[in-house]
């Protein structure tokens, strides 16, 4: 990334480029069928790009708005607090007044307006198994009450291959045939029109390997009313099936919907306040769709539902043996059998609200998808901090106030058998060995090795004890 100083428009902006291709690209686009479009390939800077692509947060990352029914399934999010840096001044550049000359120019529409809350835009992402079926986009915006006549998408996704799918299909007027496929390679872009009838989706389930996702930045554009033979009522998203079998929901879909109609209003505000919104389908599906792999909380190992053993029996005022789990909001969780279907939603449900009962009780941060050993000890819970991506393994001992976070994208990893003390701050990618004490006030930065014990600001080793 350049200084700040340094940023021109055609930094982000292809300005040369964009003018040597506008009248191949107006006459492209108007001809283009089944509707107006085109598509642009390596059309910004691939560093730029690439930078983007480093900061889009992972499915997990952020509180995305997420959908799961019959039409579509995807993640999504509008908030500017989402974008990383780089995304932002780009997406401030696509809605640029140079960017929107160019792109009216090529479309024939003039007076594009922004949409400075990227309403349905932002950041869009289609896991494993995820779809969007095919339709029409809503036509009015919902707060300026603008007409939306663009969209603009920009894919984002390296070493994207045909078997992949994920294809932008665009189909006809009377829904008869598919007339176009648009594969989202990086750093492709493309723009058409929005009209009641220019109907697109990606409707077959995306078949991208585990841990691989369709990412895409999509962009609105709008005017102050459209051409007379374009005007209808204000409408949401209007979805087409094309054919019978197309919008069926899954069973655990129907059962979702179901547990949503049932449950009381006070249990559902839990979940869509959940820091976690995947929790959500531990309580209404019968069983986890593969889209959305089940959080590592609920999958832990089965040393949480068997008294450890260990160095632990050794330890004064432990009578010899140690509690498993001893974090409250975890006992009922990991001793819990994964039930299918309606035998696992109270208890589940009865689970999270007792793990937000007692983070609110003690001050206490930890996730219900962090990454537990067996036999957690936590005497006095107040105020622990632990990072979703820190790993701690079993029979560790924590005292209040301890935190365990991340620093430059790297969360710690701490052994079996740990002891860590009152206050201690374990920072970064640094590695605890088994059976290690960490003084209390403590800070880590660097590795400790098995047996040792750290203490002080940085945290140095001050003795090694084999086990």
């Excluded at 979703?388 to 620093?407: H, K, S, W, Y």
């Amino acid at each position: 990334m350049q200084p700040i100083q340094a940023i021109q428009l055609n930094t982000f902006l292809p300005l040369e480029r964009m003018q040597q291709e506008l009248a191949a690209a107006r006459a492209s686009y108007a001809q283009a069928k089944p509707f107006p479009h085109i598509v642009f390939d390596n059309f910004f800077d691939p560093a730029i790009l690439a930078q983007v692509l480093g900061e889009f947060p992972q499915p997990g990352a952020i509180r995305w708005q997420r959908f799961d029914n019959e039409q579509e399934i995807k993640l999504a999010s509008a908030m500017e607090s989402s974008f990383g840096p780089v995304t932002r001044l780009l997406m401030y550049h696509l809605n640029s007044m140079t960017f929107l000359d160019w792109v009216g120019e090529v479309t024939g529409i003039s007076d594009l307006i922004p949409d400075p809350g990227f309403e349905g835009g932002g950041l869009h992402q289609i896991v494993r198994g995820g779809k969007l079926g095919v339709h029409a986009d809503f036509n009015k915006h919902r707060r300026y009450n603008l007409d939306r006549r663009l969209n603009l998408l920009l894919y984002l996704n390296q070493e994207w291959r045909e078997e992949y799918g994920g294809h932008l299909e665009l189909w006809n007027r009377d829904m008869s045939r598919c007339e176009a496929k648009v594969l989202p390679l990086f750093n492709r872009v493309m723009v058409f029109s929005t009209t009641d009838f220019t109907y697109h989706g990606h409707p077959t389930p995306l078949g991208c390997p585990e841990g691989m996702t369709r990412k895409s930045l999509a962009l609105y554009y709008f005017t102050n009313g459209r051409p007379a033979e374009e005007t209808s009522g204000a409408h949401s998203t209007l979805f087409r099936a094309r054919d019978a079998n197309d919008f069926k929901p899954t069973l655990s879909q129907r059962v979702r919907r179901l547990g949503k109609d049932l449950l009381p209003p006070l249990i559902a505000r839990q979940f869509r306040r959940s820091s976690d919104n995947r929790l959500l389908q531990v309580a209404t599906h019968h069983r986890w769709h593969r889209s959305y792999p089940p959080p590592r909380a609920l999958r832990l190992p089965g040393s949480l539902r068997r008294r450890p053993t260990g160095h632990a029996s050794a330890r004064p005022g432990l009578n010899g043996r140690r509690p498993a789990p001893c974090w409250p909001a975890y006992a009922p969780i990991s001793a819990m059998p994964h039930r299918a279907g309606w035998w696992a939603v109270i208890p589940r449900t009865l689970s999270i609200l007792r793990h937000r009962y007692w983070s609110v009780v003690t001050g206490a941060d930890i996730p219900l998808n962090c990454r537990l050993g067996g036999g957690l000890l936590l005497p006095h819970p107040n105020g622990i901090v632990i990072h979703p991506d820190a790993e701690i393994g079993p029979n560790c001992l924590l005292f209040q106030q301890v935190t365990v976070g991340m620093r430059d994208g790297k969360a710690p990893k701490i052994d079996g058998h740990v002891d860590i003390g009152a206050g201690a701050k374990i920072i970064g990618g640094v590695k605890i060995g088994r059976h290690a004490q960490i003084g209390a006030n403590a800070v880590v930065l660097y590795d400790v090795p098995e047996g040792a014990t750290a203490v002080g600001v940085p945290a140095k080793i001050v003795g090694v004890d084999r086990p």
